[in-house]
C-alpha cells in the first residue's frame, strides 16, 4: 500500500486531452490559503503575472520579475496536492531566445514545483514553444490581448473584431498549437474567432473573455469575488467581498475605539498556582 495521501496533481497531457470534453475549470492564486480553498474545484491554477497588478499595485505586468513568481508558485504549490499548477513566465523573462526561455522555465519549475509555464505570444514564440515542450517543459500558449505588450498594443481592449486581426490571431493559435502548447489561453477576443480557434486547433482553448465557445474558461480570483476596484467587462462577479471586508474592518476598528474588543472571551487569566 502506498504511503502517499490518495490524491494525485493533475498532469498537463490530462489537460490535453480534455479537448471538447468536460469543460476545463480554471482560476488564478497567488497565495496558499486561496490555492487551497481552490484545489478541489479547479483543473487548473494559474500563478499569473496579473499578480504584479493585484497583489503590488502595478499598473501593467510589465514589471514583474522570476523571483516574484517564484515567491507566489512556491505558496500556491505549497498550498494544494490536486490541481495542476501553471506559473507566468514574467515580460523579458523568455522572449530573447528559446535557450533564455528554457533557462527561465527550468528555474521556475525547480523552485516551485509547478507543472507547467505559460507564455504570452503565437507566431513569434511557436519556435520556443516547441523548444521547451521538446525538452519536458509543458506550456500553455496564451495569444488575443496580450497584456504584456501593453507598451506596443496602447491599451487593454479587445482584439480580432475585425477580419484582417481575427486572421492574424487565427494564425497565431495554429502556431502554438503547432508548436506542442498542451492548451491556449484565448484572451478578450470576439465569439466567432474563438469559436473557429477552438474548432480548429488540437489542444484546448480556455477562455477569459473568450466566449462560450472554449473548452474551459479562467478568471482572475480577486476579480470574481468583488475584490478589485475595476474589473474587465468578461468579469462575472460571484461575490462582493470587498464591501464584507471593509465592513469587518470598520466594526472591528469601532470595538477597539470603544474598548469592546477584546472581550473576557479572547483575555488570558493568570494560571493557577500549582499545588505542591
Ligand atoms: N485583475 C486583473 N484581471 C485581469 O483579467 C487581468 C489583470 N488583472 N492583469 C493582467 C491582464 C490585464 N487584463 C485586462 C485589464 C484590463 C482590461 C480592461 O479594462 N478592459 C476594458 C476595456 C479597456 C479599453 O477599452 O481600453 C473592458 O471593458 O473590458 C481588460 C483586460 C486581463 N488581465
Ligand atoms: C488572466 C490570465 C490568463 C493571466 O495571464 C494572468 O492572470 O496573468
Ligand atoms: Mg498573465
Known amino acids: 500500500m502506498s504511503i502517499q495521501a490518495d490524491v494525485r496533481r493533475i498532469t498537463a497531457p490530462e ?11 480554471s482560476l488564478t492564486s497567488y497565495h496558499a490559503h486561496t490555492a487551497q480553498l481552490l484545489d478541489r474545484h479547479v483543473d487548473v491554477i494559474l500563478v499569473g503575472d496579473s499578480l504584479g497588478m493585484v497583489m503590488h499595485g502595478l499598473e501593467t505586468t510589465v514589471p514583474v520579475t522570476v523571483e516574484m513568481m517564484i515567491v507566489h508558485g512556491r505558496a500556491v504549490v505549497r498550498g494544494t496536492r490536486r490541481a495542476l499548477i501553471t ?12 535557450v533564455e526561455a528554457f533557462h527561465t522555465a527550468t528555474r521556475v519549475l525547480k523552485e516551485t514545483g509547478a507543472g507547467a509555464v505559460k507564455l504570452e505570444g503565437g507566431r513569434r514564440m511557436a519556435e520556443t514553444v516547441r523548444f521547451l515542450v521538446d525538452r519536458g517543459i509543458p506550456v500553455m500558449g496564451h495569444v488575443g490581448l496580450t497584456p504584456q505588450a501593453i ?7 479587445a482584439r480580432g473584431r475585425d477580419d484582417a486581426e481575427a486572421s492574424e490571431i487565427l494564425d497565431d493559435a495554429r502556431a502554438v498549437a503547432q ?18 480557434i477552438t474548432e480548429e486547433v488540437a489542444p484546448p482553448t480556455i477562455g477569459i473573455g473568450g ?15 468583488g475584490l478589485g476596484a475595476r474589473v474587465p467587462k468578461f468579469v462575472k462577479k460571484y461575490a462582493e467581498l470587498g464591501p ?5 474592518v470598520a466594526r472591528y476598528a469601532e470595538e477597539v475605539r470603544a474598548r469592546t ?6 483575555t488570558y487569566a493568570p494560571r493557577a498556582p500549582k499545588a505542591s
Open 15 to 25: 489537460i490535453r486531452a480534455r479537448k471538447g470534453g468536460d469543460p476545463i475549470v
Open 87 to 98: 506559473v507566468d513566465l514574467p515580460f523579458g523573462s523568455y522572449e530573447a531566445s528559446p
Open 151 to 157: 507598451n506596443t498594443l496602447g491599451s487593454f481592449k
Open 179 to 196: 508548436a506542442g502548447a498542451f492548451s491556449i489561453v484565448l484572451e478578450a477576443i470576439a465569439e466567432p474567432l474563438a469559436r473557429r
Open 211 to 225: 466566449s462560450p465557445a472554449c473548452d474551459g474558461q479562467i478568471l482572475v480570483l480577486e476579480d470574481m469575488l
Open 244 to 248: 464584507a471586508i471593509e465592513d469587518a
Open 261 to 266: 474588543f477584546p472581550g473576557p472571551e479572547h
